[in-house]
């Protein structure tokens, strides 16, 4: 049996606030006491199919209270997933439809288990409760919170002086989000800092129904490769949990110094303390092969730290280089205007802005010979190595049409 005091330092590492500690206190005792394991809830609205490292900062606490003893309740938002959660929105979101939802769903529950133990995983999917709900019953739990109360969220006080547009169905969003709670008697939910609003619904309407308020966990944001913004596919600062060894270890090693003891704390269990010990450059190495060996194996991870080190400190080129062929319909072209055939860089958001940027940081070689110009033309017939950064390559002919 884990001390208590031990069971709070696990859930506390790398959390930003818990909602109330004393009361996750009590309620740790009293799950030891009646040997009842705590339901944890966390939901996920699958707007998006694939699931990166920013989201796994969430799935690593989740596996933390299943390490302690605890339940997990996986809720899929199916049905508040057309919705779409309004947190951190600035202008109304688009519905997004059953078919897409339920698509996105099924890549959820395919990619969950890299983290969590499936024996103390529950999923769960809201349309379960919602499609099925009387009009008398949301009118019950809608009479619980007021518009005042409402406009107490930063983002729609914003949109409102704004004069922008604010839907009926963003408002209620935060509801259903807390009776999801309701309904699973959740003894703990956790989310992400700009959450904490809906978490904090979930308390009150708990409350509301004659329950014993959840505890709220929040969870920093991960900062994408970046090291700016919010790690986003859409933004091409993200490193996908079923990405190659070989990509996920590269990625890894092109974040910050600063950045990357963030990803220790929140991405691994290794202790800080000791890997503060050695060098910055064997730190993230560890860290790196700690990540991969997590969604790939020990021996794949190996494998990408040994191609890491072969292209970076033997300057050689990888093993295995993607290879492309492009018809054109002139005898030359600028190597912009490939990405307009077809062309696909690893690395790069596959823009001509981000190309031509790269081309004047002396980014992008071709052939082993760095470009600087970009109107850089390459001509048909002919076999071109185009490399971007020190990991993207790729063997492009090129092919008259």
């Not at 093993?319 to 492009?326: A, F, G, N, V, Y």
């Amino acid at each position: 049996m884990v001390d208590i005091d031990k069971q709070l330092d696990l859930i506390k590492r790398g959390s930003i606030e818990i909602i109330c500690e004393e009361e996750l206190s009590l309620k740790l005792k009293e799950s030891q006491r009646n040997r009842r394991p705590l339901h944890i809830k966390a939901g996920f609205d699958p707007s998006a199919p694939d699931i990166h490292l920013g989201h796994t900062v969430l799935l690593r606490k989740l596996k933390h209270f299943q390490e302690l003893g605890h339940n997990v309740y996986f809720l899929i938002g199916d049905f508040t997933g057309r919705i779409g959660d309004p947190s951190g929105q600035t202008v109304m979101r688009k519905e997004l439809s059953k078919e897409e939802v339920i698509k996105n769903a099924k890549t959820y529950k395919r990619q969950i288990f890299k983290i969590l133990d499936p024996k103390r995983t529950r999923i769960v999917f809201n349309s379960k409760w919602y499609e099925k709900m009387a009009f008398d019953q949301v009118i019950k739990f809608l009479s619980k919170y007021t518009v005042a109360r409402m406009l107490e969220r930063d983002d729609f006080l914003k949109r409102f002086k704004d004069n922008k547009p604010i839907s009926i169905l963003e408002f209620i969003y935060p509801l259903m989000q807390g009776y999801d709670s309701v309904v699973l008697k959740a003894d703990v939910e956790l989310g992400g800092t700009d959450q904490k609003f809906n978490l904090l619904v979930g308390r009150e309407l708990q409350r509301e129904f004659g329950l014993t308020p959840q505890i709220v966990v929040t969870m920093p944001l991960l900062e994408g490769t970046d090291g700016i913004n919010k790690m986003s596919k859409s933004l091409n600062n993200y490193i996908g949990i079923n990405e190659s060894p070989k990509d996920m270890f590269g990625k890894v090693m092109s974040i910050s110094d600063d950045l990357m003891w963030r990803y220790i704390e929140l991405l691994t269990d290794l202790d800080l303390v000791s890997v503060k010990k050695l060098h910055p450059k064997e730190a993230k190495l560890k860290l790196a092969a700690e990540i991969t060996k997590e969604y790939h194996g020990d021996r794949e991870a190996k494998l990408a730290r040994q191609e890491f080190e072969r292209v970076f400190k033997e300057r050689e080129l990888p093993q295995k280089i993607t290879q492309q062929k492009l018809t054109i319909p002139s005898d030359k072209i600028p190597l912009v205007n490939l990405l307009d055939y077809g062309l696909r860089i690893l690395y790069t958001s596959n823009s001509k802005n981000e190309l031509r940027r790269l081309i004047k940081q002396r980014a992008v070689k071709v052939n082993s010979q760095t470009i600087s110009n970009i109107n850089y033309e390459l001509e048909v017939n002919k076999e071109y190595l185009i490399q971007v950064g020190r990991r993207a390559f790729v063997k492009v002919k090129l092919k008259k049409s």
